[in-house]
């Protein structure tokens, strides 16, 4: 019989396209790697590789080994994950993945009321802006505005609508005046996104509207766009909710760069009765409803299975936008 972890090395080997390239990934020696895949060839019955004089290359039996030692790791990080998401709800570890904005902006103060109610929950905020898997268990809250893929086993609420707007600092807009047509941008200094930060549509609007026009600054992370707006340094786009907080930025009358999606806050079905998890979700929902008046919404915010075919919604196995 064979041995799973004996699987591992041969999956690494595979991969790495060496014995040695996959004890450096594995952390091992490179003889611990060729004697677990010969424990496991003894125990197949069978070569699973061809030793060449460029290396080695997969036999037949390793060309029908290796989709199933795929799905087996697959199932095993499976199960490695749904057992840290319950030893998570376990202790009152609650993992919250969001966008960085609102976890700057939104979340503190959520997180501190929601924190009185429930001083015993370790709150988690992850604003990597990878792919966040709730199916797996990789975190118990996701707070995004985006595109919702389906899925049945994933609870949503909807929390408001996030709405950008083109935003320039007063003493900005003392020196350079109020661009009342989109052809004046070319006159202001403007700031665009960068890397995946350009990706996001109203900045993709911004760049359509410069045309050839060169922007005074690119900046590829949100927090930087806005320290550049807030600081008179150029004009830019902004989430509505979060500009109009501050009194010393004007939305401009160019609609070119408005934008609006929904807010959505999204949980596993498994979640639905675990306590500290059911507290976020309804302390959340009070809290955005008071913030309605920036984050307008005609839309009650029943929890609902995220099998939508809507077009806008926060990843649950995507990036943040």
Same mark, same amino acid.
């Given at each position: ?6 699987? $591992? ?24 790697? @060729? ?18 004089? %460029? ?20 199932? #095993? ?14 202790? $009152? ?37 990878? #792919? ?6 990789? #975190?118990? =809250? ?10 049945? %086993? ?13 935003? #320039?600092?007063?003493?900005? =807009? ?10 004046? &941008? ?7 996104? +960068?890397?995946?930060?350009? @990706? ?26 806005? +320290? =550049? =707006? ?21 939305? &401009? ?28 979700? $309804? ?5 955005? $409803? ?32």
């Amino acid at each position: 019989m064979y041995d799973w972890n004996d699987l $591992k090395y041969f999956l690494a080997a595979v991969r790495h396209g060496s014995t040695a390239a996959a004890a450096r990934n594995l952390g091992v020696s490179q003889t611990t790697v @060729s004697r677990r895949i010969d424990v496991l060839e003894h125990a197949l019955g069978g070569r699973l590789f061809e030793r060449m004089p %460029e290396g080695f290359r997969v036999t037949p039996l390793g060309s029908e080994v290796l989709p199933v030692a795929e799905q087996m790791e697959a199932l #095993a990080d499976a199960l490695g994950s749904r057992a840290q998401a319950h030893a998570r709800s376990s202790r $009152k570890h609650l993992r919250i993945s969001t966008t960085s904005l609102l976890a700057v902006h939104l979340l503190p103060e959520l997180a501190a009321r929601y924190r009185t109610a429930h001083p015993e929950v370790t709150l988690e905020i992850d604003t990597r802006g990878a #792919a966040t898997d709730l199916v797996h268990g990789e #975190a118990d =809250i996701a707070i995004r505005v985006g595109t919702l893929p389906p899925s049945p %086993e994933v609870l949503r609420v909807r929390l408001g609508t996030s709405q950008w707007g083109l935003y #320039a600092s007063r003493d900005l =807009i003392g020196i350079c005046g109020v661009p009342t047509e989109a052809s004046a &941008l070319a006159d202001m200094p403007v700031v665009e996104g +960068a890397g995946e930060v350009a @990706s996001i549509v109203p900045l993709k609007r911004l760049r359509a509207l410069l045309g050839s026009s060169p922007p005074a600054y690119r900046c590829d992370s949100l927090e930087g766009l806005l +320290a =550049i =707006i807030r600081k008179g340094l150029a004009v830019g786009p902004l989430p509505v909710w979060l500009a109009s907080r501050d009194d010393h930025l004007v939305r &401009l009358p160019l609609v070119e760069c408005d934008t609006a999606a929904p807010i959505w806050m999204l949980s596993h079905a498994r979640n639905r009765h675990v306590s500290h998890i059911d507290g976020f979700r $309804k302390a959340a929902t009070r809290y955005f $409803k008071e913030m309605r008046h920036h984050l307008p919404d005609d839309q009650s915010p029943p929890l609902q299975a995220a099998s939508s075919s809507e077009g806008f919604g926060p990843a649950a196995t995507g990036k943040a936008s």
